[in-house]
């Protein structure tokens, strides 16, 4: 089984696969990123599913890339008989999906071996497979799966095998095609033509980031990750393409993030909007009012790409799991949750939307005066915090502190834009909310903010106090903060979200570093003047990144190997953040 670090991402604005160093797409969800996989083997074995087109000898590729400004992944591998290259993508699509993969021969004659694997439902379902006259067609249930190829295929084990040789100057193509199984066959597409239109598609969005300096490649990068995870219809933005890949290995802590969470709203927002990508950033703003919309006690910490309340968590018994991490569980329970800080953070992104788009609507302020309204009679109550944890509910501080960001901005939004208000109530309300986070949520003796009220430990989210403006960034409390977290609540000088065996978050075992944690402390460590410490700690961060710049969520310091759900998000919108912060600080 490959390492997480050793998958390359590829996808078309509505889902995306996992392509190993191997030649393996190993996971796949059709036709979209919350729909069941019909390669599972990331989290089982080859027999749960993959595709494999690599030479007939097998192994790590010699290297691979991304082509310029793209999510078109070039693998070589150098053989003794000579050396092939596999191109593959994704194009952008409207309805039915296409996965491409382009053999060419570079130098040589190189035996090549393939074998696709579909079992859908998540390796529950293995399809009725006929030959066709392009290829083969596969069937189960409401899916039909067509492979459109001039390489021979055979039927073997249940697989459909396909050994061939490529030569210099050759290319083979292989195109699969996802369409709903009542539906005739669609037109196969050609696969020279959509690689130039892929291409073309990718270069031309990336062009808009204007975004020069040191890191400009790593922003970069990190931007086309994050377009990858948008699903287009909608203007959702997944947490991660994948679900149960394990934040300890051979642990339970394994969650399916294959949803929207409002909380990535305003980190991506800020990400977006600073290198001006205001198309995307309008469009998630629109996904998140349709999504809010209704009973502000109903909001929810996450919602279905189509704003779907319902994500019913459970587990998948015939899958063993990553490196036998179990259970293997779709859907999220976490989406229940009472999490406090989710109405500030909503707000924040609406009124930050409202100052970079330069434009607001009565609707949009008739939803936040409604969650806002609601707010104020919850914030002072127990909540399972931004981690979401299963443990008892508390007191965070962080909650407080983005209940204060939600009167804040309300407040602003009154003042600044005029908007109808109760002015006076609200400011009354920031004041009390912020006497209550300075009584209860700061440890004077220890010269620190704390996780949760009346308990000492401390939590990686107290990073962001000033970066939502609760306090200057030079504050002697923020200071103070940021160097507790730095003594106690470090590895290997990465940033733990907290020490679980400490927290009563309701879950055994431990778990990584949290990657967009440390980049907190990146942005922390600019704010209070330690600029060189900064840049060396972002510099020992890109250096985690695997070999075509993807980051999942955490690293495992002893291990040196990533862990949890990949690409994820909320690890690329922070180094985007960070890299723009220390570009600004003259780095």
């Known amino acids: 089984m490959a390492n997480i670090e050793d998958y390359a991402v590829v996808g078309d604005l509505h889902t995306a696969a996992l392509v190993s160093t191997e030649g393996s797409i190993d996971w796949m969800c059709l036709p979209r990123f919350d729909s069941p996989s019909c390669f599972n083997s990331l989290l089982d074995t080859p027999d749960a599913g993959r595709w494999l087109l690599a030479p007939a000898g097998g192994g790590i590729c010699t290297n691979r890339r991304y082509i310029e400004h793209t999510l078109v992944l070039e693998t070589e591998w150098v053989t003794p008989e000579g050396t092939v290259r596999v191109t593959d993508f994704m194009p952008p699509r409207d309805d039915k999906a296409d996965i491409v993969r382009i053999v060419e021969g570079v130098s040589g004659t190189v035996r090549m071996h393939g074998e696709l694997v579909l079992r859908f439902d998540y390796g529950h379902i293995i399809p009725w497979v006929r030959r066709d006259n392009q290829g083969i067609h596969a069937v189960a249930g409401p899916d039909a799966v067509y492979l459109a ?40 597409v050609n696969a020279e033509s959509v690689l130039e239109e892929t ?12 975004v020069a300096g040191t890191y400009a490649d790593a922003i970069q990068r990190s931007l086309i990750t994050l377009k990858a995870l948008t699903y287009a219809p909608t203007g959702g933005i997944v947490a991660a393409v994948t679900t149960s890949l394990p934040e300890e290995l051979g642990g339970s802590r394994n969650w399916d993030y294959r949803y929207c969470w409002l909380r990535d709203a305003t980190l991506t927002l800020e990400a977006l909007l600073a290198v001006g990508y205001t198309d995307e950033a ?5 996904w998140l009012l349709r999504a809010v919309a209704g009973d502000p006690a109903d909001l929810q910490i996450m919602y279905g790409l189509h704003g779907e309340r319902r994500l019913p968590e459970m587990e998948l018994p015939w899958l063993k799991g990553y490196e036998n991490s179990t259970p293997v569980r779709i859907g999220n329970g976490a989406a229940g949750q009472l999490q406090l800080d989710v109405w500030g953070e909503v707000l924040e992104c609406l009124a930050l939307t409202r100052t970079s788009l330069l434009t607001h609507s009565d ?14 009679s919850v914030w002072d109550m127990p909540d399972n915090g931004l981690w979401e944890m ?8 962080h909650s407080k502190v983005m209940a204060w960001v939600a009167a804040d901005r309300m407040v602003k939004g009154i003042e600044d834009w005029n908007l109808p208000g109760p002015l006076e109530r609200w400011t009354a309300l920031r004041e009390r909310i912020r006497a209550d986070v300075m009584a209860h949520g700061f440890d004077r003796e220890r010269n620190t903010f704390v996780q949760s009220y009346g ?4 939590d990686a989210s107290l990073l962001l106090i000033p970066r939502v403006g609760f306090l200057p960034a030079d504050d002697p409390r923020v200071v103070g903060t940021v160097d507790a977290i730095q003594k106690e609540l470090t590895e290997d000088g990465f940033v733990l979200r907290y020490r679980p065996t400490q927290c009563l978050d309701g879950l055994a075992g431990e778990e990584g570093v949290f990657l967009a944690c440390s980049f907190w402390m990146v942005d922390a460590l600019v704010g209070v003047g330690r600029k060189d410490e900064a840049t060396k700690l972002f510099e020992r961060l890109l250096s985690l990144r695997n070999d075509v710049g993807l980051l999942s969520e955490e690293w495992d310091v002893k291990g040196q190997r990533h862990l949890g759900n990949t690409p994820q998000a909320f690890s690329h919108f922070a180094l985007v953040t960070s890299a723009l912060k220390l570009q600004e600080a003259g780095s």
Not at 152 to 177: C, K, W, Y
Not at 364 to 374: A, E, G, P, Y
């Open 199 to 210: 291409v073309g598609f990718w270069q031309d969005w990336a062009s808009q980031c204007t």
């Open 390 to 397: 299963r443990g008892p509910q508390r007191h965070f501080t």
């Open 363 to 376: 609707d949009s302020w008739d939803i936040q005066t409604s969650l806002m309204t609601h707010l104020e």
């Open 455 to 458: 308990r000492p430990d401390l």
């Open 149 to 188: 190829t001039p390489a021979p295929l055979h039927g073997e084990n249940m697989h459909t095998v396909s050994d061939f040789t490529i030569s210099a100057g050759q290319r083979v193509p292989f195109v699969l095609t996802w369409a709903p199984s009542h539906e005739p066959r669609p037109e196969s």
């Open 282 to 286: 309008a469009a998630w703003r629109e």
